[in-house]
């Protein structure tokens, strides 16, 4: 899924990926580190942290068959709003 010659992060864009990273994942809870997950290719802003499985486990990634997003009832838009309210409540957003 990541594209080979995808355009360097910005300053800001690392700050905020770095941020993401920090997170727990957004869907399961596991504890952070996480991994980044962007909705679109290089449009870190609305991008999410994900655990290994919850991102590209076979079963239960995003990027799999997205078994745990079903049980959760979350797709990337639902995630995408917690990981910003996460945000804002961790005051990380100034
Ligand atoms: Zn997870
Ligand atoms: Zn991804």
Redesign the pocket.
């Known amino acids: 899924m990541q594209s080979k010659n995808k355009k360097a992060p910005t300053s800001s864009e690392r700050i905020h990926i770095a941020r993401i990273k920090g997170m727990?994942?957004?869907?399961?809870?596991?504890s952070g580190p996480?991994e980044c997950h962007e909705i679109n290719q290089g449009q870190w802003f609305t991008s999410m942290p994900?655990?290994?499985?919850?991102?590209r486990g076979n079963l239960?990634g995003i990027h799999g068959q997205k078994r745990?997003w079903a049980v959760k009832k979350m797709d990337e838009l639902a995630a995408l709003n917690q990981t910003i309210e996460t945000l804002l409540n961790d005051n990380c957003i100034l």
Do not use: E
Request: charged share 10%.
């Open positions: 727990d994942c957004v869907v399961c809870g596991a996480s994900l655990c290994p499985d919850c991102h239960n745990i």
